[in-house]
């Protein structure tokens, strides 16, 4: 009679993953790591200049930075909260329509695989283009002003949540979908009353997210023309008023970590 409680040996213990998977992760880690090399090797060959140079070089550019001139904080309020009311108009006017796209570009909700496709495809070409690029497009079409800038951030921002949100609905319980399906709801009860009420503490969260993007996104777009803070700040870096800028950067700093501190924790109370 053998003792089945008896412990197996080294060669007798089966591995948690199988060969095929361990060559495959063996195969991904090491053409990770050469890509990184490759990547150091070339890196490093761009700097012409070498550390030493560019270590020498920071300590004069920061130098020119400080001490910040704390003169510019009431002149550039004004700015700052045009900064705040670009993001604010482009995330509201970006979550209404993200409502209809995230729901043609959920797999569950849109039967029709044609729909479904070409709203995907409408999202990720919104992705694609940059917001700088949309800024200097509508800069270019509507001149240089605080209007091109929301445009801007709306496309921008429609790519980003359209997508986020329509991953969230794929991941409901459709459960509750297909009981009111079964009881006779149309396609509007289905979602008013079954998906909403899923996906609403998320959509919330992620509007807000996209909010504290937007004040970040709307400081760079100020640089090629599209009002903000940061078409202040471009303007005090083109006159060398360095100590101007320093100070700028930091009430910059300053509103967005309120901001993002204000968002994280009605994220917290929502989710």
Do not use: C, W
Not at 159 to 174: C, F, N, R, Y
Not at 202 to 210: A, D, E, H, I, R
Not at 246 to 268: A, F, G, N, P, Q
């Amino acid at each position: 009679m053998t003792n089945s409680k008896q412990p197996l040996s080294k060669k007798e213990i089966p591995s948690l993953y199988p060969a095929k998977t361990k060559m495959q992760v063996t195969v991904i880690f090491f053409v990770v790591l050469a890509m990184y090399l490759y990547s150091m090797i070339n890196t490093q060959q761009q700097m012409t200049s070498g550390f030493e140079n560019a270590l020498s070089n920071m300590k004069e550019v920061i130098e020119k930075f400080f001490p910040p001139n704390p003169a510019v904080i009431m002149p550039i309020l004004p700015a700052i909260i045009e900064t705040i009311q670009m993001a604010i108009i482009a995330t509201t006017v970006a979550a209404l329509f993200t409502v209809p796209l995230s729901l043609l570009a959920a797999r569950n909700i849109t039967t029709v695989k044609p729909l479904y496709y070409i709203s995907r495809t409408f999202l990720n070409i919104l992705r694609t283009i940059p917001d700088l690029v949309l800024a200097v497009i509508f800069v270019g079409l509507f001149g240089i002003g605080v209007f091109p800038g929301i445009l801007a951030l709306i496309v921008f921002s429609i790519g980003i949540l359209a997508k986020l949100i329509s991953e969230t609905i794929e991941a409901v319980d459709m459960n509750p979908l297909e009981a009111m399906r079964a009881s006779g709801g149309n396609v509007f009860q289905v979602i008013l009353y079954a998906l909403v009420p899923q996906v609403l503490p998320q959509f919330t969260s992620l509007v807000l997210y996209v909010f504290e993007i937007n004040i970040r996104a709307s400081l760079v777009l100020g640089l090629v023309g599209a009002g903000g803070i940061g078409l202040v700040l471009n303007q005090q870096l083109q006159f060398y008023n360095y100590p101007n800028a320093m100070m700028i950067i930091v009430v910059i700093l300053v509103v967005v970590i309120i901001i993002e501190y204000i968002s994280t924790k009605l994220r917290e109370a929502l989710l």
